[in-house]
DNA sequence: TGTACATCAGTGAACGCGCGTTCACTGATGTAC
DNA sequence: TGTACATCAGTGAACGCGCGTTCACTGATGTAC
């Protein structure tokens, strides 16, 4: 946590840069304490050195702040499995960097990777969200049926083994995360996963 | 909520009533509220009626009675998958409804489901339900060993494939609670799940 | 059988705490003249 | 160039709230004599 006399107030003009260090420490402190009702207002004042009220300048409430770091979250982790097929022909390699990509980002940002699938309330609020989450399911899709049409897959039914394969990536992100386990080479467990699953021959 | 007024108090010697309706109702707000938080102890004194300092006969402290209400569903959730493979011999059998039974404990309580193995710091702290955890996973690969034994399952390391199938059940579990979707025939997943990861022939 | 008394189940008031939020404000910074 | 002033970034005190917990207590119930 910052003193709060190390902090030296903005010049005018640059009053959106406290908007910006209030999603850093909002981030932070969700990925460090590991709940999201520990991410009060008052602890992110703190954390960045600022009084309470001055955050209300930014934001209307404290839910709206944990709301535009939970979008933030989803657009990185998005963001981040789309990327990792940069440049990748192939369907099956293109599948296996997907979820590569999907484990590292729960395996390095925990709580924000739990967050995006793990809120129910907030799930049932967002449309929005409701819409992108629907977006990354049908790429999983098409990427399963790529598998299928270049002959490396016999899946019956893309659609159907996607949902098993994104359950088992979802279970397997959250209880790596949570569980004292002696668990297995991630690599190999994802390999499992998708070979069993997607029947990649 | 019930009136204060139309609770009778226990007769002597019966005084331990209050400790299970305590846990009762600390149960069906975890249900009800979906969230740990907000089971406080002055909100099961108000749902039994009660006044909030009447608790402190029981249980030390509020942690003390979220802790018991998690061991009991440990429990019961233990015994339902355990019970669910009674007098059933076939071990290909026998695993299809382990995990149909883990599916429908976790469809019809979900946030007791769920705060079995989503809580990262109360995980941390128990060392008795670590074991718990323990002895449930050694069950289930001895499952799938059995299915190998029997030349059922093809696969060529019980323990590995074990835990993918424990991470699917678990994301499927936590994201039919969590998500709005439109999923498919759970008995389908629950058979793609097994068969490709278990390498049901 | 009656009564004094110990025990037991539960109460009501109070505590300090951290929270989200409101309010009237301050004081530095840049700008118009 | 100097100065009055508007604007902007941020403050400090206060609010009411629900929380976990402590404390000294009350009053009904069963028991010993």
Redesign the interface.
Known sequence: MKDSSSRQRNKRGEGSKLREEILQAATKLLEET?SE?SVTLRAIAREIGVAAPSIYGHFDSRESIVDTVIDQAFEDFFAAVLQSTQNVGDPVERLRKSGVAYLEFADEFPQRYAIL?????H??HSRTE?HS?EAA?NALVALVQACIDSGQSSSDDA???S??I??????????R?????D??DIN??LD??LN????IN
């Open positions: 590991g009702e699938f793990d809120r129910r309330e799930i049932e409701f989450r399911f659609s159907k083994d949902v098993a994104w359950a088992a990536l979802h279970g397997l992100a959250m209880l995360a949570n569980m004292k386990f668990w297995p190999d467990t499992r996963i069993g699953v997607a029947h």
